[in-house]
């Protein structure tokens, strides 16, 4: 009786996905057709500014509750659909974030709601296990249906979990546990690891370290809040290790254009990345691992070169230090490729793959010697969520079947060419336009800038992002097409000329 109720709920859902919105915004491009998804909106349409009323009472009513200095508005997502989120005073914004880059395939999609509806999966949603121990018959299987179906080159084991912070968390946990086992020959520790790890002591809590990158993101868990370098205010007043960090990159935009500066520019964080990996092993504080974004996200969509990348993964090989890619926020094909380290052209390009975002689950890829020797080394009550990885299949069935990589870098090539030309048109409020895919961003001329800039767009109907200090960064699902990249640069075009 409840599947039954459940599916003809679902049923009355799906009919509502379907139908067609009433004409929307004065905005709809003129200058790509529009081959536009049945299920979707055909542009934004505002009511009021944001956040409106609604959104202002519910804030003050969830402020007694928690902190809520983060929040933009509150959100329908029964109504949103597609690349169009819904806001609960009615406004409808095309949606060129997507929940810090997390949507893969826009809100309320079909085939996902028919995963819901499908009563051979209900018990998937309704019973959370302890995958660690108590698994579902069906875990392997769908495992091998969804993550391992794309994982790196190289690799064919895949550690779940909930979300990229403790995915990259636990990944570190695996390096460390590699490099003393590979330190002590064999995977037995002695009495004394045993006894003085219990008082956060060496030898069994070693005094090993990972290297990262200023500028870099990897979460706000302790360890990974000692790699992450994007913002002060992730890292105040918390506790931290002295693990050492390198220069990224800082290079000049197109890429093309300044290939002698950049290589220049790279040698020098790379010559760098040495310096330090002795450094610290002469402090006593070996370099285990070396983490690393493809495109440094949070910290301000800072790029390097497939040859950077080729030679940092040879220094890690070198100095006996596990690679690990963190491609939490530049996985699951933003970047026109499904992995961003695919642009690489390498096939052995880590030891380590983390993921999240636009996989719906978390977790890390790894190297068979990397998988943890004992159980509950690497563990924690939930390890993921099987419901997520129903929804993953789906993901990757619908981006497959409509080739949605390739539309990525299409509307990705139409997005950057258009970001030149606006910079082009702007040169006192932008500069620096780059990415890969539809995965971009732009520099404005201050923050100031670019925070007025966001929230001008957002009341015109377009949600943007920011990040690093005065950057706009973009993040479409993937059913983002060419129509709806012209749709978004005539909006921000009016948002220029109105600040101009």
Not at 124 to 145: H, M, Q, T, W
Not at 148 to 172: F, H, I, K
Request: hydrophobic letters at 35%; one cysteine or more; glycine letters at 8%.
């Amino acid at each position: 009786m409840a599947s039954s109720l459940l599916s003809r709920q679902l049923a009355l859902s799906l009919q509502q996905n379907f139908r067609l919105a009433a004409p929307g915004s004065r905005y709809v491009s003129k200058v790509a057709p529009q081959t536009q998804l049945e299920f979707e909106y055909d542009g934004p349409c505002m009511k009021t500014q944001v956040p409106g009323p609604r959104s202002q009472e519910l804030t003050k009513q969830l402020g007694h509750i928690q902190n809520v200095g983060a929040i933009n508005f509150f959100c329908n997502y029964e109504e949103s659909r597609g690349n169009y989120l819904v806001d609960v005073d009615g406004n409808r914004m095309l949606d060129v974030y997507t929940q810090i880059s997390s949507i893969p395939i826009g809100y309320n999609h079909p085939s996902l709601m028919k995963v819901i509806a499908d009563p051979n999966n209900l018990s998937s949603f309704v019973n959370r296990p302890a995958l660690g121990i108590l698994p579902p018959e069906n875990f392997p299987e769908k495992l091998a249906d969804s993550l391992l179906s794309v994982a790196p080159s190289g690799m064919s084991r895949v550690q779940t979990m909930a979300c990229g912070s403790c995915s990259n968390e636990n990944a570190y946990k695996a390096m460390f546990i590699w490099y003393r086992n590979k330190e002590r020959g064999h995977n037995i520790p002695s009495e004394e690891d045993v006894s003085s790890c219990m008082i956060n002591q060496s030898p069994g809590c070693p005094d090993l370290s990972i290297l990262s990158f200023m500028g870099g993101f990897h979460g706000r868990t302790m360890g990974c809040l000692a790699t992450t370098h994007s913002k002060a205010i992730h890292k105040l007043d918390v506790p931290s290790f002295d693990w050492p960090i390198a220069p990224f990159p800082k290079l000049k935009y197109p890429l093309e254009e300044f290939v002698r500066e950049n290589a220049q520019e790279e040698s020098r964080c790379l010559e760098e990345v040495e310096d330090l990996i002795v450094k610290w092993r002469r402090k006593g504080k070996p370099v285990a691992g070396i983490v690393i974004e493809p495109i440094q996200a949070e910290g301000g969509d800072n790029h390097a070169s497939a040859d950077f990348f080729k030679k940092l993964r040879n220094i890690a090989r070198k100095h006996g230090c596990a690679f690990h890619v963190d491609e939490v926020q530049t996985g699951g094909g933003g970047t026109g490729k499904f992995w961003a380290h695919e642009h690489w052209g390498m096939d052995d390009p880590a030891d380590i793959v983390s993921f999240s975002k636009k996989l719906l689950t978390g977790g890390y890829y790894h190297k068979d010697e990397l998988q943890a020797d004992k159980a509950y080394r690497i563990f924690n009550t939930w390890m993921g969520d099987p419901s997520k990885n129903l929804f993953l299949a789906e993901v990757l069935n619908v981006i497959r079947r409509e080739n949605l990589l390739h539309e990525v870098a299409c509307s990705g090539k139409a997005l950057i060419q258009g970001l030149y030309a606006l910079q082009a048109q702007y040169p006192h409020l932008l500069s620096g336009a780059r990415g890969q895919g539809t995965f971009c961003a732009v520099d404005v001329c201050d923050d100031g800038t670019r925070n007025s800039l966001l929230l001008k767009a957002r009341d015109k109907g377009v949600l943007l992002g920011g990040c690093g200090d005065r950057s706009i960064r973009f993040r479409p699902a993937l059913v983002f097409k060419e129509h709806h990249v012209h749709m978004f640069l005539n909006i921000f075009n009016d948002v220029l000329a109105d600040h101009n």
